[in-house]
């Protein structure tokens, strides 16, 4: 392992991606500044050019430079962050002088970064079309001058959140990572807040905040009796007091703080009241973005704090938290779906979709920890454990596919009008065929219906969960063991809740297809939908990935394969 | 040996589907009607060359071989190739004599049914569907893989929801709901069974797994593992777990088949699809589950089916009964047909049951037979509804003195499912009571067994007789059109329905009076198969 300390020699190849965001960040806020702005030098009557205020230049004026600049610079920081992909031994650390680990470059903080980056890149990219722009040249009134400024906040906020988001792939140390944690989540509420045309939007931002800053503040004081407890905030040196002491009751109790500040990111219940509001109020591609990166970065929290804070190898203390994910993630799906079966608002139907997905990520988790805390499942060399890591990383990345993709196909509605009501999708199929079926691929993708990618990371996650509750009984019954279900693991079940879920969930998917191909649209909206090449390549887009990743999803699992084996090489 | 399998019966027409669809659908309402001749003309050329190259495996191979010499899990025309090597996913195609008629039927079916409803509406996005499903379908039948399997098995879902929601009738926004929430249902648990059963094999004996999870979902040597493990009293992955894993595996097969009391999504489906999905629906997509029992819970676990053979066989005789009672109550033709098909699905829910090789060869000619005679009276229903805008029975009466062809039509598809000798489904019938007399004699079993099927016999006859004479005959000298058609011509079908119902009429009788030519490789294959799976369980055979 390498290690470089700030701004040390290969600092800057190890931190690309990020400091691609900063470089965006700062042309973000002077691109568009630049004028023909006159310096008087003081003292004298001359005045020397000096490029800041003043008229913009024809460039710097159009209200669309911000996007595409913000657009440009999260597909580069894509890029790169997908050529210096890591494995699990190529790895850098970034550490202070006394050598304590800040932050890890590794498989699975790449791979993460990816999906924010991803996720990112197609929201700005389908923003463009939905931030309203009121003209363009010197003739503006005051009104549209400033309705356009607020083009360069919108997508300086995405690039912080970004930003934000990556710290807390990367960090290694649970007060950087709640730096990280605090700056996207200023981000995303401002970003809900933003969408100001209706009224819902504001107050959905106020909920968001008020409930996300309580969370916050929740696990902020579970981090300070952390620190108490092992003096320290390092996860190494978190997972080692928690082996000699993680018995006792002050540390118990913090995690479970901590956990809260998470569990409100990834929506899982019952920290899950404002997310609905929050989707329905924000902005689609900014919803999407909450459902995608947002619940992604919750769950590189939940990991963190479980798998390698607490997870000490059988450690009899730990079944107390299995359980309670185990129970927590049976009500969060069934919550989520059963919410989702009688809302009408196909925005908070989403959302309370994204809630069943976070009770099947809890599942997922709950099935690492099985194999990490039972002794009787350990033998499996971490291979299950690995396969059922793999399953939630792929799941978290073909997530952006689909749940963004329908996402964006509501952001096209609401441009026309508004996508608050089941009825504003109805004859979409004869308005706009593409975004029809779009939308329906999408829909049945989160149900699970094969070929999708939605299909794969599913099954992915069933077949993760049953490999760990089935464990050595295989051998045992091979060996002419008579074993039934009771003797296997109890996260079998969570596997059957899983399936009877994704059934119960196929209603309200179907729904939003039988009112796009079967209902007429609503009265005054059956003409052509607002045009956008930006939102429809991103619509598109996320297709492809639908599919694609469904049919052939080879490549991408070796890749998750990598980043699990990546976040286990530094947990062993 | 080329690969005549994946590419021109599985992946093209899968292909050109979408192809036409994504075309179709990005075109103008003016496109869209211009587009339908020559669409339509693609696909039925399309299923007629599927037609083609199943019919020539027929001659070059499956007609001629000796069945006899060909072993219990052996495929021809298999082909494996790679694809998602970290679960040790193949795509693994082959046939043998349970899949072969299932794949020829469903390429027989196609064209038969773009004929039959020749001048269906939007006809530029319908045909294209059809031939999805058949694709789809086909895939079901020589997938050779469970991951491969279970995807077509989804995968008919998709277009057959389709041409419910948008052909059906009135209620096809339940139906069509109802239909594709039921089945999903089922198979989800289906599915979980299956990667319970996946992670259950012992990872040193497989050739073809994954290079992540150590395990494979070759269906072929899945089968190999189970029948080495089943000798004896030995039970593979023993007793406990193999009765769970049975139950949840025949969940997903009862449902589709379907049997009673799993049925009630049937009926909705069937009398809310439009013709051709109803003819694809009974024809074929029925089947799968009858072709799934043999292919994974019977196969793999003949100890638990030892087990819950008497629940079989209840469930068999309940939906038998139960569907021929419930015929003698409706009053919608469709309806009355839908139920039907449940009670023939008993018939091969019992033939299962029986435990003779007898009984399963009859069960699969059962679901050759149906598969034959069913998209006959679909197509029946279907015409009268088109032509008459009418299903109830008794609307009309005296149809033979206008309409000769439909009554011809529907008497003799009507006399082929109630059994008539000579045509196909008596065969499979005779055969399947004929296996029972066995299983009573042989076995042990009470007589009374026997009454169910006896009494369904005259209610068959009861009620498609009736449903005849009501609409058929009676009605006086020129007969009583529906009440919506008074003093309107009332014409007769049209051209290429009577076509369709000739070449449907001419394989009945075909298959009726030389069975052989499918029944033979079905039997010995049967044989084949009962001594391969039962010398080892304790009861022995027939």
């Known amino acids: 392992m390498k290690q470089i300390e700030p701004f040390a020699e290969g600092f800057i190849a190890a931190l690309c991606p990020e400091l691609i965001l900063f470089a965006g960040l700062i042309a973000l806020i002077i691109l568009p500044n630049l004028g023909k702005g006159t310096f008087r030098i003081p003292g004298t009557q001359k005045r020397v050019m000096w490029l800041l205020g003043g008229d913009r230049f024809r460039v710097t004026s159009n209200p669309k430079l911000p996007a595409w600049i913000a657009t440009v610079t999260l597909f580069a920081a894509f890029i790169q962050t997908m050529l210096s992909f890591q494995d699990g031994v190529d790895r850098t650390a970034i550490v202070t002088e006394s050598g304590k680990q800040l932050m890890l470059v590794n498989g699975f903080s790449r791979v993460f970064e990816l999906i924010f980056f991803g996720a990112l890149t197609l929201a700005a990219f389908a923003s463009m079309n939905r931030l309203e722009v009121r003209g363009v040249g010197p003739n503006l009134s005051n009104d549209d001058l400033y309705n356009n400024r607020r083009q360069a906040d919108f997508y300086i906020l995405m690039l912080t959140c970004g930003l934000g988001m990556s710290v807390v792939a990367l960090a290694q140390d649970l007060f950087v990572l709640f730096i990280g944690l605090e700056l996207a989540s200023f981000s995303t509420y401002v970003l809900v807040a933003f969408y100001k045309e209706t009224k819902v939007g504001t107050e959905a931002g106020m909920k968001y905040f008020i409930v996300g800053s309580v969370a916050s503040g929740v696990g902020l004081y579970g981090l300070s009796m952390l620190y108490l407890w092992a003096g320290s905030l390092q996860f190494d040196a978190l997972a080692d007091q928690f082996v000699i002491s993680g018995a006792e009751p002050l540390p118990l109790i913090a995690m479970g703080f901590v956990l809260v500040g998470f569990g409100f990111k990834v929506s899982a219940a019952p920290f899950h009241f404002a997310a609905p509001d929050a989707y329905a109020g924000a902005s689609s591609p900014v919803a999407g973005i909450l459902a995608t990166a947002s619940k992604a970065m919750g769950v590189i929290g939940l990991l963190r704090m479980l798998l390698i804070v607490a997870a000490p190898e059988a450690s009899e203390d730990g079944t107390v938290w299995l359980t309670l994910l185990g129970i927590l993630s049976i009500i969060t799906m069934t919550w989520g779906n059963i919410a989702a079966l009688g809302s009408t608002n196909p925005k908070r139907m989403l959302a309370y979709s994204s809630v069943a997905h976070a009770g ?184 492809m990935a639908t599919l694609f990743l469904g049919v052939a999803s080879d490549k991408l699992l070796q890749i998750c394969e990598v980043a699990a084996q990546s976040l286990n090489y530094d947990w062993k | 040996m080329n690969d005549w399998i994946s590419i021109p019966l599985v992946a093209f027409p899968l292909i050109a589907s979408m192809v036409l669809l994504a075309f179709v659908a990005n075109g103008t309402e003016r496109m869209r009607q211009r587009l339908v001749g020559p669409i339509r003309m693609a696909c039925l050329v399309f299923s007629l060359i599927m037609l083609v190259i199943t019919t020539g495996m027929f001659f070059q191979f499956f007609g001629s071989v000796s069945w006899m010499n060909i072993a219990f899990n052996d495929y021809e025309y298999q082909f494996t190739y790679s694809w998602i090597e970290s679960l040790g996913i193949h795509w693994a195609v082959g046939l043998d004599a349970l899949s072969f008629p299932m794949v020829w039927l469903t390429t027989f079916l196609l064209p038969v049914t773009i004929i039959a409803t020749w001048n269906e509406k939007s006809g530029a996005t319908y045909f294209p569907l059809l031939l999805m499903m058949g694709g789809a379908l086909i895939g079901v039948f020589v997938s050779l893989d469970l991951f491969m399997f279970y995807v077509f098995w989804e995968l008919t879902l998709i277009p057959m929801f389709f041409l419910i929601l948008k052909w059906g009738g009135k209620d096809r926004k339940y139906a069509s709901q109802k239909f594709f929430i039921y089945t999903f249902t089922a198979s989800v648990i289906m599915l979980l069974g299956l990667i319970t059963l996946y992670f259950l094999q012992d990872p040193n004996t497989l050739n073809y797994s994954g290079t992540m999870t150590g395990r494979s979902f070759s269906i072929p040597e899945l089968i190999d593992n189970a029948s080495d493990n089943n000798l004896g009293d030995n039970w593979y992955l023993g007793a406990k777990m193999q009765k769970i894993l049975f139950v949840m595996l025949m969940i997903g097969f009862l449902v589709k ?170 065969v499979a019938e005779i055969m399947m009571l004929i296996a029972l007399w066995h299983m009573i004699s042989i076995d042990g079993w009470s007589i009374w067994w026997m009454v169910g099927p006896a009494l369904v016999l005259a209610l068959t006859a009861a009620y498609y007789l009736w449903s005849m004479q009501r609409t058929i005959f009676e009605g006086g000298e020129h007969g009583q059109p529906p009440a919506n058609m008074v003093g309107k011509p009332i014409p007769d079908i049209s051209d290429s329905e009577k076509f369709a119902m000739l070449i449907l009429a001419f394989f009945t009788i075909l298959f009726g009076i030389m069975p052989w030519i499918g029944l033979d490789m079905m039997d010995d294959w049967t044989k084949q198969f009962f001594e391969g799976l039962i010398k080892f369980v304790g009861k022995g055979g027939a």
């Open chain 1, 360 to 543: 099947y990520m809890l599942a997922a988790i709950t099935a690492i920890g099985a194999w990490n805390w039972d002794e009787s499942l350990a033998g499996d060399g971490g291979e299950a454990a690995i396969a059922v890591l793999t399953a939630l990383i792929f799941h978290l990345i073909v997530l952006v596919a689909f749940k963004l993709g329908a996402f964006l196909v509501l952001s096209i509605l609401e441009s026309d009008g508004d996508a608050s009501r089941l009825s504003s999708l109805g004859g979409l199929a004869k308005r706009e065929p593409f975004l029809a079926v779009a939308m329906f691929i999408f829909m049945i993708s989160l149900a699970g219906v094969p070929p999708l990618a939605g299909f794969v990371s599913k099954l992915l996650v069933i077949m993760g969960i049953v490999k760990v509750a089935v464990g050595e009984i295989g051998a045992e019954i091979v060996a002419g063991g008579e074993l039934g279900l009771a003797d296997v693991h109890w996260v079998w079940w969570l596997a059957l809740a899983m399936v009877i879920n994704s059934a119960i969930s196929m209603y309200y998917y179907l729904r939003i297809g039988v009112v796009m191909f079967f209902d007429e649209a609503e009265a005054g909206r059956e003409g052509p939908l607002p045009s956008g090449w930006q939102v429809r390549f991103a619509v598109f887009a996320c297709l």
């Open chain 2, 257 to 426: 088949l379907p049997a009673v009391p799993f049925h009630t999504w049937l009926p909705d489906a069937h009398v809310q699809a439009p013709t051709g999905g109803s003819m694809l629906l009974a024809g074929v997509m029925l089947k799968m589950g009858a072709y799934g029992m043999f292919r994974l819970p019977i196969s793999l676990f003949p100890h638990a089916l030892y087990h819950f053979q008497l629940a079989l066989m209840i469930i068999g005789m309940v939906s038998l009964v139960w569907g021929a009672i419930v015929c003698l109550g409706q009053t919608n033709l469709k309806k009355m047909v839908a139920y039907s098909s449940v009670s023939h699905m008993g018939v091969i829910l019992i033939g299962i049951a029986t435990m003779q090789p007898m009984g399963w060869a009859a069960a699969l000619f059962m679901m050759f037979a149906h598969g034959i005679i069913s998209p006959m009276l679909f197509a029946v229903c279907g015409a009268f509804k088109h032509h008459y805008h009418s299903m109830e029975i008794g609307a009309m009466r005296g149809m033979a003195r206008h309409s000769p062809w439909l009554a011809t039509s529907m008497m003799f598809g009507w006399m082929a499912s109630l059994g008539l000798p000579l045509l196909a489904g008596f």
